[in-house]
Structure formats: C-alpha cells, structure tokens
C-alpha cells in the first residue's frame, strides 16, 4: 500500500480548503453583489426612460418644435440616447443616437402598445433598451443606455474578488506550511533520529527547548527512552566483559589442571583414565562454548568496535585460510581464485574476518570431511567467497536456519560425536553482517554444501 | 474522499466562472408590466388635458432613388411643420419601406443641423460640419435634399422659398451646383435636371 | 633445566600452571605480585617469563619494563582481554609474546619451549642500514656516534632473518615460524607490532619507512 505523505496531505488539504472557501465566497459575492447591482441600474434606467417619455409627450404636445433639442440635452444630461418613432417611420432622435440599436423585435412589440426593457449586445458594446409607447401622442420613445460603467465596475469587482480568493489560497497554503513545519518536522526529526540510533550512533539526542509544549514531551520522552537504553546496553556489555572476565580465571585453572592431570595418567586406573578422556573432551567443548558465548554477546552488545581496513580480498583470503588451517591442525583447503577477478578490495575487520573463514572450514570438517576448496569469484559489484564440501549438503528446508543460534540440524544428530556449539555459523552471520556482507547456503558443485559470503567491493582509489 | 474533495472544487471554480461572466444579455425584449409604467403614459389621453392630440401632417420631403436623381417622398411630421426638425427627421435616413424601394439619402447619418429657419424667403441652414468632404455627386445630392425639402416645407407654411443659403458654423459655404457651378444661394432651379420626372 | 618465572595473581592458575611446568620438567618460580617476582628473579635468574597483565599493585605492564630493562629473557604476557589495545601495550612493555586466557595449556608450553630454543641462525655479515651499522654476530646495531641501539633478541632476529632474505619479502607467517619458531598458534599481530617497535627505533621517518617495507599482498623486506 503505497502511503501518502502526510506534509502533502496538510499542504493541500490547507490549500485546496482556502482555495475552495475563498473562491465559494468570492463567486458569492460576485454573484449577490452583480444582481444587486444590474438591478439597480435597470430600475434607475426605467425609471429615467418614463421621466422622458413623459418629457417627450409634453414636449410633442406644447412646442413640438423642441423635441430634438430636448433629445440632445437629455444625451448631453445623461449619456442616453433616446429615438422616437411615430407611425411607424422615425420622428426624432438625439444626434448619437444610432437606429440599429433598437431592434425591429422591440419596435413591433412596442408599437403594439407594450413596454419593453432588453439587454443586449450591439456591435461590441452592452445596451439597455426600453421601449415605451405613448399612445395619446401616436409615438413610441427608445431610451438605448450604456453599461459600461457598469460592466467596468462589475470587471473591477470580479477583479478584486478573484485576487482577493488568490491571497486568500496563497494564506491558506502559507498556513498549511507554518502547521507542517510545526507538526510535521518534528516527526521527521525523530525518525530520522531513531534510524541514526538504531544504526548505532547511540549520542544521537534530540533538541529541546522547542515551543510547542506537545513537541517538547515528545523529543524529551523521545531522549529519555534513548538514554534509559543507552544504559542498559551499556549494562549489557559490561556484564558482558564482567562475565568474561570471572569465566575466564576458572577456566584457565580447568584447563590447566587437566593438563597436568593427563601428564599423570599413567598413575591413575583405567576408569580413571577413562573419565579423565571425556573431561578433557567436554573441556575443550566448554571452553569453545565460552568462547564463541563471549564473542556473541560482545558483538551484540557493540562492546568491542570494528577495526575495519581495506584490503586485498584476495590476500586476506589466502591468509584467513592458513590461519584457520594451523590453528586447527587441519588441511589448508585449496584457494581457488575464479578467472578476470583481478584484485579486489573490501572492507573488513581482518581478525573477525579470519575468524569468518575459520568457522566455515571448522564446520566442514566437521560435518563434510573437510571444505574441498574456497573458491573466490566476482558477482557485480560484490565478491564471492565460497566455501565448498563434498559432504551431505545441507537440506533445503533448513537453508535459512543454518545461521540461526544453537540451531541443530538433522546432521549434527546424525553425527553424534564432535558436536559443534551451535554458534559458529550464527557468528559467521554477524560478522559478515557487519562487514555490509551477506552469507547464503547453496548446493556446492562437488555435491556438498556451499556457504557463499557476498561482500560489497570498495572502490581503490588510484593513490 | 480525495475525488470528492476535487470535484468539489471543479464544481466551485465553475460556478465561479459562471458567475464571472459580466452582465447578461438577454435574446429577446422582454415585456414591462403596464402597472409598472407611471405618468399615464400608456394612457389614451395626455393628462391635464382633455382629450388633447397632437396633430401629425404628411410632409412632402426629398431623398434620393435608385437612379440617383432627387425624388420626393414624405414624412409625418407634427403640425405646423419646422424646418429645422423636418431636416432632422431626413436626416436619421429612408424609412423602412423607402430603403426597401431602393431610396436612400445623400445626406450623413451623422450630419448634425445646428439650425434651420426662414427668413425674407431664404432658409438659412447652418451645419456643424461641412458637406464638402463628401464625394462631389453626393455632395450635390445632399445640398439637392436640402433645398428641394426647404422649398416643400416652405410651402406648408405658405412661406415662398427663394433659395437656400447654407453655412458652416455660420461660415457661408460654396455650395456645389450640380455641372461644375457653385453658389453661396441655391434655388430648386439649379437642382431641376436632378429631379426624378 | 630452564627455569621459568611465573607471574600470576589467581592461587589457583597460578599453582595449576606450576604443576604443568613441573610436570614437564621445568624449575618454577612463582609470584603472587610484580613486586615479589622482580625480587625472585633478580635472585634466581629465570630462563623466561610468563607475566599476568592483571597484577595487584605493580601492573603486569610495569612489571614486564623492569625485567626487561634488567635482561633480554623472553617474556610472554597472559591477558584475560583479547584488545588489540592490551597487546600492543604489552608488547610495547618489551614482551615477546602475549597469550589470552583461557589458553589451551598445550599452546603454552609449545610457545614457552620456542622461546627458550635458541636456533642457530644463519650467519649473516654485518651490514649497513642507513646511519646504523648491524654486527650480528654480536648481536649489536652501533649508531654513528658509538652508542649502541637497544634492539630485544626478538627484533634482532627479525632484522637479521629479513637482511638474511637478500631483500625478498617474508610473509608474516614465514617470519613467525622463523623468528619465534611456531607456525601454528601465532597471531599476526605479534610480527605487526614488532615491525612497527623495529620501524620506531631504526628508521629516519618511522612513518614512511624505507628499509622496512611493506609489501602489499605478501609482507615484509628490508631494503638495504
């Protein structure tokens, strides 16, 4: 499910809400105040139209003579032009006054005896055209008024209203950034906290002091739940190497007063010597046990740091390999570096490292006869380092188990004898996770099992 | 929820643009209520009077036909006729009946007449603009109208019209003759072969 | 009959270890502090020590200086901590070798057996390595005013074994076997950390060293 960012919701939401309510009230308003005033302005129309047809009418009766100079002053007086028609043919008109405007329509209805009012549009321009008849002189009187004042004064409103409802989203959204920033940033701020902690920067506090009193519980919660498991990690790695410490001291006596036991067996019966066989065997059990048990817990709790270098994979392969076959007294398996890999740099903690490769050929020998070989291959960006057998393999349901602590496979069962301690593919997984590696079991090609370490390869720069 | 809210404000932004159209024209004339009209207007009588009328004669007046010759046609006029108006009724141009025959005027629509009156036999018509810009046949067509419509209107009056003397602003213009004449007077002798026989 | 000093707070390591040794064959000194073991050795002389780090009182570090000031016995620090840190300090205090507790006991007493076996080296002529001049035969590296530089036994014998190598690099591996006799349970490090005492003491510019050089993807070789 793909999540919306919350910032984007509230800026829109902030947005298109000022913008939907500014502009419902910009067009309400347009549209209430537009009526209110074209109706004002046809009943002020009308109302002149019968003050001059009565005009009109006396004028035609008393000094008919004067009809076209009353015309021109009231289009002098009001900007109106007003035409008069009797029987059917003009009488008069005032001298801007243009016939087209008073259409054939109006001039039927009028002359049968009806008045009219219609806006309209001629040549460009809206009119207002009212139609009077005035029975008693035989004459119709025309008023053609110009609304452009009023169409200029509805464009200027319109105007205002559309950049009033502009300044208004343009608030509307500065607002939804002003609530963002307040509520939004400080969760990306613990976010991206907690992601610096849980990658182990375990300083990594955050500010406070803020403003808002909801934000400042939060960060001051946020820092105390940090410190509080700051401390208990802390805890946990000294415990750590407080346990190492007092398991040590014993141990060391075991082993060594076992030693010198098994200097003396000849002293002792043949019971003796039988039990002292299994003690020094479940000794050394032990004493990997406590090892691998340490460096667990020590690599969980981040008490001992990587010492991480660069180095040629190649090198550090060849190396970890005759480390790990002296230590244990078994045969180096054969390196086998793949064609075209050339020499490639990683970067690991070499002790840890070796430790890695130790574990897996340790495993082989003792479940598989022995690793057959370690084949080092290129695979894109990463190096591939796998470790072969020519044993039973390891069955496809436990793939994914194999690397997971005390984990006892069908083979280690069927083995009986030199028990591994459960930890040291675990720890091999550790390690190589660290390293920004990944380690997988697969099937080998000669018929065994294949662990194959991926590690990403750094790029050499040419100093 | 989100379309909603979208719709929604397409729905707006229409209406707002609905709204925005400015003022509204209508196809038709509509009509006005006669309980609406004040002052009697549409009234069979003119108030204060009793059974007061206006009287209307048929004006004899001169336009011009299809020909181009000057030729007589009329307009309904208020009694007693006045120059002045009478030349201002020619003016607004053929009635409908007239154009559809063919007949037009010589004379601008927006030829503006500041006055026209009788004396000692001569109409003294003065114009705010002169006629001169006009092609020279129209021209002598306008002035054709001018005269030929005063000499009539002077006969409703019993007034014997010698001649026409027009002026620009009160400027005496040369009026063109029809052949190459002009004359500050004109007579309805001048524009005789004009005439539409 | 060599005779080892051991240096060890805890009764119990401390009498098991004695056990062992003299099970072995061994003449054991034991001291419960450094105090009471520089005080044994200046009396009895020791073949070798092994020197706990944990000490009450005179730390092992400390311990481990005084007796190497007094003589060139191998030294071999037992520490309950794997740090890297610890390693360098000890062997920076002048100990040959350093082991990690719990050890395996077999471990020890093959390491102590090498330290204490003199090898034949192979006869080397003297040579001159910058401003220095190195007699092996003597065992001595004179400085151009006279004085001699205090080198250990085990970094005289990594100088001489690499001068040996006529300029060819030895793998660490190589040199451990070589210089302290045991292939199998040594840790690079320790021949990292003598490089690094070895470069402080005899090179011009102890960071960017031009006899003892490093050879990426092998080891080291010393260019004369």
Known sequence: MRRRSLRLRLLVTFGLGAFVISSLFASLTYIGVKHLLISNQQQTDLRQSYVNAALVRSTLYSSPTELFDLLNSIQKATASNVLVQTHNEWLARSNRASTIDVKSATIKIVAAGHATEQTLNARGRIIFVVGVPIPSVETQVFEVFQLNNLEHTLRVLALVLALGALFTTIVGMSGGIWVTRRTVRPLEEVSYAAALIAEGALTTRLQVNRSDREVQQLTESFNQMVSQLVLRLERDARFASDVSHELRSPLTTLATTASVLQQHRDDLTAAGRESLDLLVADLSIFQSLVEDLLEMSRSDAGAVPLVMETLSAIELVNQSVRSAARRHGIEEPPVEIAEGVGDPLVLVDRRRFERVITNLIDNAHRYAEGAVALRVDVLGTQLAVNVDDAGSGVPRDEHEHVFERFFRGRAAHDRGIARGTGLGLALVRDHVSAFGGTITVTESPDGGARFQILLPIVKSDPS | MKRVRVLLALLLGALALAGCSLVPTAPSPQLIGPTHVPFGLLGKTIPGTNHGRVRFITQPVYIVDATGHLSSSSRIVPSPPVLESVLRQLIIGPTKIESLAGYTSALPKNLIILSASFRGGIGYIDLATTLSKLPRSQEVLAVGQLVLTAHVVGLTLDIAVKGVEITVAGVVQDSPLPGNHEANLVTTQDFQRLLNR | ?224
Not at chain 3, 15 to 40: C, K, S
Not at chain 3, 103 to 112: D, G, I, K, N, T
Not at chain 3, 153 to 159: A, C, H, K
């Open chain 3, 1 to 224: 009959m060599s005779r080892i000093l051991i240096v060890e707070d805890d009764d119990h390591i401390r009498t098991a270890l004695r056990l062992m040794f003299e099970g072995e064959g061994f003449v054991v000194d034991d001291a419960p502090t450094g105090e009471v073991g520089i005080a044994l050795f200046n009396r009895m002389a020791s073949d070798m020590a092994i020197v706990d780090i944990m000490l009450p009182g005179m730390s092992g570090f400390e311990t481990c200086l005084a007796l190497r000031s007094a003589s060139d016995l191998p030294i071999v620090i037992v520490s309950a901590r794997d740090d890297t840190a610890d390693v360098v300090l000890g062997l920076e205090s002048g100990a040959d070798d350093y082991v990690t507790k719990p050890f395996v006991p077999e471990e020890l007493l093959a390491r102590v057996r090498a330290h204490l076996r003199r090898r034949p080296e192979k006869s080397t002529g003297a040579f001159q390595l910058g401003m220095l001049h190195v007699i092996p035969d003597e065992g001595v590296v004179r400085q151009p005013d006279g004085t001699e530089l205090h080198l250990t036994s085990t970094e005289f014998r990594l100088l001489t074994d690499l001068a040996s190598n006529n300029g060819k690099a030895l793998s660490r591996e190589d040199l451990l076997e070589r210089v302290w006799g045991y292939d199998y349970f040594g840790d690079s490090r320790l021949v990292d950390v003598h490089i690094r005492r070895l470069r402080m003491k005899i090179e011009p510019d102890p960071a960017n060293p031009m006899f003892l050089v490093t050879v990426r993807g092998t080891g080291y070789k010393l260019v004369i």
